[in-house]
Nanobody
Framework: VQLQASGGGMVQAGNSLELSCTTS????????MGWFRQAPGKEREFVAA????????FYAESVKGRFFATKENVKYTVYLLMNSLKPDDTAVYYC????????????????WGQGTQVTVSS
C-alpha cells in the first residue's frame, strides 16, 4: 500500500488548509486512514482518523471542532480540512493506513506516507 499526501503549505493563523492523501489500494485489513503530525523536537502525535467502511471519525482534543476528516472512496482519497489554524499546528503531517483497532495510536498503522509540511505564522 502506497500513500501520497499533499496540500501542505504556509498560512497565517486563523486561515484554513486542506490536506489530501491518496492510497494505492483500499483493503479490509486497512480500514482506517489516520493523520498524525510531528513538530520539531516533539514526538509524533495523533490528529484525526476516518474509516473507509462507515466514515467514523476520530479526533485529538487539540483539533476537535477545527479539523475535519472526510473521504472519497471512489478516489481512494481522504482529506483533512484544517480550520482556524494556530501556530501550534505547525508540523509535518503524515497520513497512514491502519487496521482500525486503535485509531489514536501509531502502532495500529502499518503504512505511512512521506509527510507534508504545514506552517502557520502568527
Amino acid at each position: 500500500v502506497q500513500l501520497q499526501a499533499s496540500g501542505g503549505g504556509m498560512v497565517q493563523a486563523g486561515n484554513s488548509l486542506e490536506l489530501s492523501c491518496t492510497t494505492s489500494e483500499r483493503t479490509f485489513s486497512h480500514n482506517v486512514m489516520g493523520w498524525f503530525r510531528q513538530a520539531p523536537g516533539k514526538e509524533r502525535e495523533f490528529v484525526a482518523a476516518i474509516t473507509w467502511s462507515s466514515g467514523s471519525t476520530f479526533y485529538a482534543e487539540s483539533v476537535k471542532g477545527r479539523f475535519f476528516a472526510t473521504k472519497e472512496n471512489v478516489k481512494y482519497t481522504v482529506y483533512l480540512l484544517m480550520n482556524s489554524l494556530k501556530p501550534d499546528d505547525t508540523a509535518v503531517y503524515y497520513c497512514a493506513a491502519g487496521e482500525g483497532y486503535a485509531p489514536h495510536y501509531s502502532w495500529d498503522y502499518k503504512y505511512w506516507g512521506q509527510g507534508t509540511q504545514v506552517t502557520v505564522s502568527s
